[in-house]
């Protein structure tokens, strides 16, 4: 079996938007799962447009997603005298012309088409000049053919047919002997080897010309397969007015690249009614026949579910990494105070996204703790400092400082006090956090450690009692 070759070609004109994203993973998934290759290749002809920012966001939003690619980046602005050399050969076996015509000429032509209700179309002026000029300014035109029909089964949406008659000749080379888009891909494709385009359904209409230029080249035409756009809820295309649109915004949203890719894939594409998949799920079990022909909507809600399930299962070390960021923008720095991994640990369970993940966290690392008023105001009844003051004594005695020596330990001073846990337990999430709501008590107590406990609990009390 020949190699199978996949591709990304990504043009450089903005951050790495998660409809590309998806581009490149589908990309991705099938190259790993039949063992071929996975070519990176960045579209910069546009120089106007291209910047090295984009391209720097877009491998950096790739890498994010742990994504790794075989060969490239290939940058097209680096290969203009390839592009040049074929269209050449086409020229020089008449599949491509020299064109004379102004930008004047062509407009007022195409101003006459659209005013008689014809579709502008290169009308052939210079498709048979007896003799050519070298001097004079000119194009280089594809000779396209002008009947019959150019068809293709896509992968995704089934078998597509253009008539030929619709079809221009297309510019390949601009009298300034820059390449055409169109061109380049095609060029690229079939240089590189590309088997399988997979690539976003603007480019359908791309398609038929390229189908026609890798035929005139005399290079096997690829299979393709146009993935649906992504939609935003309200079904108009996902733009930023439906919220990021960017993978790196959701990174720094404190989504997990596992997340991010479970949702980007399984968006257009389905395996039963599984929701959950691994990369390594996704390498066996994707395939682009199961990818559906309708448009996706992003929905932001199931994302964050899959990140809430990532971050849940998630290996704490490895989170504790992931968070030091956001700790850092807090102002916090985890290496002074408890482990950060055991931190995760009491918080993993609850937290829908990294960022909510080190709100929860900043209480361990700062003994000087705001308390929420509120809370204070309704759940520290005058009893509470006498009972706190005890209770810090317990905890103060308790041999082994571990969840369970804790638990015993609490248990023990509720029934020595006749009291429920319901009463002491809020006073001491105040003491210990600045506020009711925070991970399993005896975890918190665990974790800040029997100094941190008593500095905390003392606090506490003074502030009650001043
Ligand atoms: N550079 C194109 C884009 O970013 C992709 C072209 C292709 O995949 O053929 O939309």
Redesign the pocket.
């Known amino acids: 079996m020949p190699e199978v070759r996949y ?5 450089p ?1 903005g951050h790495l938007h998660v409809g ?1 994203a998806r ?1 490149a993973l589908f990309n991705w998934l099938l190259a790993r799962k039949e063992g071929g290759k996975f070519i990176l ?1 960045i ?1 910069d002809t546009d120089v106007a447009r291209s910047t090295q920012e984009s391209v720097d966001a877009i491998l950096q939003g790739i890498t994010w997603l742990g994504l790794d690619w075989d060969e490239g980046p290939f940058y097209q602005s680096k290969r203009f005298e390839l592009y040049q050399e074929f269209a050449y050969k086409l020229f020089d076996s008449g599949k491509a012309y020299r064109c004379y015509c102004t930008t004047e000429e062509i407009e007022a032509k195409r101003e006459q088409a659209m005013k008689e209700g014809r579709k502008p179309k290169y009308d052939g002026t210079c498709r048979n000049l007896p003799a050519e000029n070298a001097d004079k300014p000119y194009v280089i035109r594809f000779r396209a053919p002008q009947e019959g029909v150019t068809a293709f089964r896509d992968l995704i949406k089934g078998d597509i047919t253009f008539n030929n008659d619709e079809l221009d000749d297309l510019i390949i080379l601009r009298s300034d002997g820059t390449p055409t ?1 169109n061109f380049v ?1 095609v060029i690229d ?1 079939a240089t590189m080897g590309i088997t399988t ?4 359904d ?2 359908v209409n ?1 398609t038929p010309r ?1 189908i026609l230029l890798y035929e005139a080249l005399g290079y096997p035409v690829p299979k393709f397969a146009h993935v649906p756009m992504i939609l935003g809820s309200d079904k108009a295309r996902l733009s930023k007015r439906h919220g990021a649109t960017s993978v790196m915004a959701y990174r720094d949203m404190g989504f997990l690249p596992e997340a991010m890719v479970n949702y980007l894939v399984r968006l257009g594409w389905s395996y039963g009614d599984e929701e959950i998949f691994s990369i390594q799920d996704l390498i066996e079990k994707f395939s682009i026949e199961n990818v559906g022909r309708s448009a996706g909507v992003f929905n932001p809600d199931k994302l964050l579910w899959l990140n809430a399930h990532y971050i849940k299962a998630g290996d704490p070390q490895r989170l504790a990494d992931l968070l030091i960021p956001f700790l850092k923008e807090r102002g916090v720095d985890p290496s002074k105070g408890p482990s950060l991994p055991a931190v995760v640990r009491t918080i993993q369970d609850r937290a829908k996204t990294l960022l909510e993940m080190a709100d929860g966290a900043v209480f361990f690392y700062t003994s000087d703790i705001a308390y929420d008023e509120e809370a204070v105001a309704k759940q520290m009844t005058p009893t509470a400092a006498p009972l706190l003051t005890a209770l810090g004594e317990k905890l103060e005695a308790v041999a082994e400082f571990s969840h369970d020596g804790i638990e015993t330990a609490f248990k023990e001073f509720c029934a020595a006090e006749g009291i429920k846990m319901g009463q002491i337990g809020p006073a001491v999430r105040i003491a210990l956090s600045g506020c009711t709501v925070t991970p399993s008590i005896y975890e918190v107590v665990e974790v800040l450690g029997r100094d941190e406990v008593r500095t905390r609990i003392r606090r506490s009390v003074e502030f009650l009692t001043k």
């Open positions: 591709r990304f070609a990504p043009s004109t590309g581009t290749r579209e888009y891909v494709d385009v997979i690539r976003g603007d480019h791309n390229q």
